[in-house]
């Protein structure tokens, strides 16, 4: 369910999903299967995408602070993977008060896949910071 979620929202239409498909998709990013959470996840970018930008920071932000320290190494490459694509939507202030603690967490992460994972979307987080401010 998890790794569809978008071919649900485009079913019941993205108005219907950014109320109706939040809870559901918070749900798995907290699942007690890693598979579960690397696959909701992998679908972060997208599912932001339609969602607005205060419903990104109350809903889907906190729980990806507790992703951070997660104990399975794919689960941290997602995150580490799919956690700037976010900034561009939520903005500066946003994203230095939620999204830079957790960018540095994985950045000192002990798996070199995870900071490596990282530096794939650095441009979305230099699009909304700058590299001087970074």
């Known amino acids: 369910m998890a790794d569809r979620l978008m071919d649900l929202a485009q079913g019941i239409g993205f108005e219907a999903?950014?109320?109706?498909?939040?809870?559901?998709?918070?749900s798995f990013l907290t699942d007690?299967?890693?598979?579960?959470?690397?696959?909701?996840?992998?679908?972060?970018?997208?599912f932001c995408r339609i969602l607005d930008k205060d419903t990104?920071?109350?809903?889907?932000?906190p729980t990806l602070k507790s992703?951070?320290?997660?104990?399975?190494?794919?689960?941290?490459?997602?995150?580490?993977?799919?956690?700037?694509t976010i900034c561009p939507k939520i903005q500066k202030s946003p994203t230095n008060e939620h999204i830079l603690p957790i960018f540095l967490v994985l950045l000192r992460d002990d798996?070199?896949?995870?900071?490596?994972?990282?530096?794939?979307?650095?441009?979305d987080l230099n699009q909304v910071i700058g590299i001087g401010d970074l």
């Not at 007690?32 to 997208?46: C, H, I, K, P, Q």
């Not at 997660?70 to 490459?77: E, K, P, S």
């Open 111 to 123: 798996d070199s896949k995870v900071r490596l994972s990282l530096f794939k979307r650095l441009e």
């Open 56 to 61: 990104i920071i109350a809903k889907i932000v």
């Open 32 to 46: 007690a299967e890693s598979e579960v959470r690397t696959a909701a996840l992998g679908r972060m970018t997208e």
């Open 17 to 26: 999903a950014k109320v109706d498909l939040v809870p559901y998709y918070v």
């Open 67 to 84: 992703l951070e320290q997660d104990q399975f190494v794919y689960v941290r490459c997602a995150l580490a993977e799919n956690l700037l």
